[in-house]
């Protein structure tokens, strides 16, 4: 596959998602095109990805590409990732959080601050992203942004019923 042109890939990612029940060398190939260095073929791969339940090993394996940079691809990956169960994404953010790659790491506080702010496991995910800024060091711009967003969760959001912050009702 890696050897044929970008549209030839992405047929064959609709070829693949066409299947009813896709079997593991279907779920193995979808996969890898995920990763795929043409975006439009990454879109259908993830496309695909979305109608199937995701299974830890296979996330394990997405959370990987999170080391690249591509926006449609970070983006994607964390669309799918979120759809899993609640437990399985904290345990994503897990590994993600204890990632040698800055990259990853900002994936899984990204996924902490999504599942926070839906308010999935919210409190869960406060409580390790508060862990991880006690326990790391240096924070990059983009992480001390992200956990703002939890150090600042109880602090009331300026809106016109309170004079956009100035009056407190």
């Not at 990763?35 to 959370?63: C, H, M, N, S, Y």
């Not at 506080?109 to 790391?136: D, F, G, I, S």
């Not at 809106?159 to 956009?164: E, G, K, T, Y």
Request: proline share 5%; with cysteine.
């Amino acid at each position: 596959v890696s050897m044929m042109e970008p549209y030839t890939r992405s047929r064959v990612v609709d070829l693949l998602a066409k299947q009813k029940k896709p079997t593991p060398a279907t779920r193995e190939a979808i996969l890898s095109l995920a990763g795929d260095t043409a975006e439009w073929v990454r879109t259908r791969a993830f496309a695909a990805l979305e109608k199937v339940k995701i299974q830890e090993p296979e996330a394990i394996r997405l959370e990987g590409l999170l080391t690249r940079k591509a926006a449609d691809l970070r983006q994607n990956l964390l669309t799918v990732l979120l759809k899993q169960p609640d437990p399985q994404v904290v345990r994503s953010a897990d590994r993600l959080l204890a990632a040698k790659s800055a990259p990853q790491r900002l994936g899984g506080l990204e996924l902490l601050h999504q599942m926070h702010k839906t308010k999935r496991a919210a409190a869960e995910c406060r409580e390790r992203a508060l862990t991880y800024h006690e326990k790391r060091g240096k924070l990059s711009e983009e992480e001390q942004q992200l956990l703002a967003a939890f150090l600042d969760s109880e602090r009331e959001t300026p809106a016109l019923d309170n004079a956009l912050g100035l009056l407190n009702p």
